[in-house]
């Protein structure tokens, strides 16, 4: 069967064995334009309802595509809305999670698998009712790759609406507050760290930018904080992954530094 949604199952190096979920259609749709983005260059979207071009999901199709691999892979690990750009920018994102959650209820695992699970940039967090929606979801992985503005600009490239780093960081911990409300439902933080070729001499791993990163995880006070590096093809040629050494060696440096001792800092 052809699907317009779902792909996979693949293997995720943080989620195990998952399905993905695209509510954006076929074109990039993001309020970044990250330097390391595996999607490619796109133009960036802005916030609002009428700036954003996204196709009108079929529920019933997405049923249909959702079912099998809920129903019959036992192994799956996640459910996972994301991918070709920001999935809280889809105004059916509420809809779209309320059909898989009665599928899993219907289902119902005996491990309470698999898990509903959403990657956002963050950017869209300072709204109230975008985060009654992502609170919903059983996990979220919000991403901060950068504590500080300059940094933003440089790495993940907003669009002019995007607020601010500090606007996006309260948008995540005012997201970890809403979570409360939904026992068992846990927010990691995904940081993705990056260097690059000798004549661009840029990195996201600076020491100024893991400190601020660090007070950032403090604040929100996340379930976790996931650290990882590129695996794939990046949007510019000129960013490169760290090396396994020099990863761990900066996962080591936020560790030290983060000071709520019951934030568990991953290195993937």
């Not at 309802?49 to 799956?76: A, F, T, V």
């Not at 695996?231 to 440096?253: F, M, T």
Request: charged letters at 20%; hydrophobic letters at 40%; proline letters at 6%.
């Amino acid at each position: 069967m052809d699907r317009d949604y779902v792909f996979g199952p693949i293997h995720s190096r943080r989620l195990g064995m998952s399905s993905g979920v695209n509510l954006l259609g076929p074109r990039k749709t993001c309020t970044f334009d990250c330097v390391y983005c595996e999607v490619g260059r796109g133009p960036t979207v802005g916030l609002l309802e009428g700036d954003i071009d996204i196709p009108l999901i079929d529920l019933s199709r997405l049923e249909e595509e959702l079912r099998p691999p809920m129903q019959d892979l036992r192994e799956l690990d996640s459910v996972t809305f994301g991918y070709n750009g920001e999935p809280t920018l889809c105004p059916q994102l509420g809809e779209c999670l309320a059909v898989a959650r009665r599928i899993k209820e219907e289902i119902a695992r005996a491990d309470g698998g698999p898990m509903l699970s959403l990657f956002t940039n963050a950017t869209t967090l300072s709204n109230a009712t975008t985060r009654a929606t992502v609170a919903q979801f059983d996990f979220v992985m919000a991403k901060l790759d950068c504590g500080l503005q300059p940094e933003l600009l440089s790495a993940n490239r907003p669009g002019d609406a995007v607020p601010s780093v500090e606007e996006i960081i309260g948008g995540i911990a005012a997201l970890r507050q809403d979570m409360e409300a939904f026992p068992g439902h846990s927010l990691a933080i995904q940081t993705l760290l990056f260097k690059s070729t000798g004549s661009y001499g840029y990195s996201n791993a600076s020491e100024e930018n893991l400190q601020a990163l660090a007070s950032a995880y403090d604040f929100v006070k996340p379930n976790m904080v996931q650290v990882y590096t590129v695996a794939r093809q990046s949007a510019e040629g000129w960013v490169l992954p760290l090396s396994r050494p020099e990863l761990e060696a900066a996962g080591a440096v936020l560790t030290s530094l983060v000071q709520d001792r019951d934030i568990s800092i991953r290195v993937f």
